[in-house]
């Protein structure tokens, strides 16, 4: 049932890059449990311009849990205390009347502070861009049955193809790894005929390209796939392991 | 691709800690089982034997370089990668992930490997040293063999409180590491199997607290008294 809640907002606010920032704090009074939770920072920031203040910047497009642009770090968790969602997704009911909530942006080397809570994903940009595609030619559409497909292949492929590139593994990782994204792209594909052509220099380029944006190791915690908010497994991160070792050991220079 | 850039990858990194990590874990099986012969009760005279058997024995010894070779480039890397990975966050948060989403022991691998570090090396102290440089009182064994008397350095070693309870609490290190470190080793190597990755874990557990239980008991056992 619907009922207002206060919540005071603890949260990080950064002019710019090159700029260090701080915490400030915002109550907010009036809070419809119903609300998302990028509505309620909407309230607040209209709020702030009433006041002649700078609103907090955030990341936010779809805003049904599928396009993977918000990116906040809620209370100590990306995108906040419910399993398998998106800060987007999250809403006021969470949480009870008096709380203080403390918001984040993504903490990574690799993913710098732009403003506020925004942060530069587009590292994982430059990573796709490195192999996590498959070449087609061009020409008639192939029969989209005409290649047969293992039914648990299918399965796995389908599961690993719904990392939206959000960036919350690398936020919970304590190495900021981005392994988890890079074996979904990378099992995603590989597991298909239709990526088996650049199978060995796809991974190994998007490794490469992985290491050179200064992420971090695996080391196999699992922080990851428990804030994960499409549920990857984090048994991608080994297949990956395996593509890329059975990948760099049988390239022939 | 060139070997250099395979060992220089992130991926590579972990693969010498997989592989090193594992040779050490076959290494403790010998370690526990050599070991065990001090319960055989019979005055340290099997336990006597087998570390002259250990010591002794010419491939043995070549094994052993093996050996430091692999403690040298597990520590050395892990260390490395510990510190790479800690870089990696130069802004912490104000509110840590913690507990929420993975084990403490498994994000303190850097931290259980140092207090282990500290441990092997009070360990050497104890026993290698003085067995290979500084000497160990002699004894003659009932084939007639002169040896190291390790089952009496043994004994006078873990009649101190202070070292038995040191063992105990590196045992207890030990086993949180390798807990970790079993499983983490099979999904470096690539094995990403759900059904083999779930009994490689189980398989984990029960060798890290039977090896760290082993191990803990010898101290434990000569400073009550119960082995003669």
Known sequence: MEQTINVTLRVWRQKNANTDGKFESYPVSNVSTEMSFLEMIDVLNEQLIKEGKDPIAFDHDCREGICGMCSMYINGRPHGPWHANTTCQLHMRAYKDGDTITVEPWRANSFPVIKDLVVDRSAFDRIIQAGGYISVNTGNAVDANAVPVEKQKADSAFAAAACIGCGACVAACKNSSAMLFVSAKVSHLSLLPQGAPERKTRVMNMIAQMDKEGFGACTNTGACEAVCPKEISISNIARLNQEYLSSSFTTAE | ?228
């Open chain 2, 1 to 228: 691709m060139k070997w250099s850039e395979v060992f220089n990858s992130s991926v590579g990194k972990k693969l010498v800690m997989a592989l090193t990590g594992l040779f050490l874990i076959s290494f403790l099986i010998v370690h526990a089982g050599i070991n065990a012969c001090i319960w055989a009760m019979d005055g340290g005279e099997m336990f006597n034997k087998a570390a002259h058997f250990m010591g002794a024995t010419v491939v043995i010894r070549i094994m052993e370089i093996g050996l430091f070779i692999g403690f040298l480039i597990h520590i050395f890397q892990g260390l490395s990668l510990e510190l790479q990975n800690r870089a990696k966050r130069k802004v912490g948060y104000a509110v840590e992930l913690g507990n929420k989403g993975s084990k403490w022991y498994s994000r303190s691998m850097g931290l259980l490997g140092t207090i282990l570090l500290i441990f092997l090396i009070i360990h050497w102290k104890h026993f290698w040293i003085p067995s290979r440089f500084t000497g160990v009182e002699e004894v003659t064994l009932s084939n007639g063999v002169t040896t190291h008397n390790m089952f009496a350095l043994m004994q006078s070693t873990f009649s101190e409180l202070w070292v038995v309870v040191v063992y105990v609490l590196a045992c207890v290190s030990l086993c949180w590491h390798l807990i970790h470190g079993f499983q983490s080793a099979f999904r470096t190597m690539g094995v990403h199997n759900d059904r083999f990755l779930s009994l490689l874990n189980s398989v984990g557990i029960g060798y890290s607290v039977i090896i760290s239980l082993a191990f803990a008991m010898m101290p434990v056992t000569m400073y009550l008294g119960w082995v003669s």
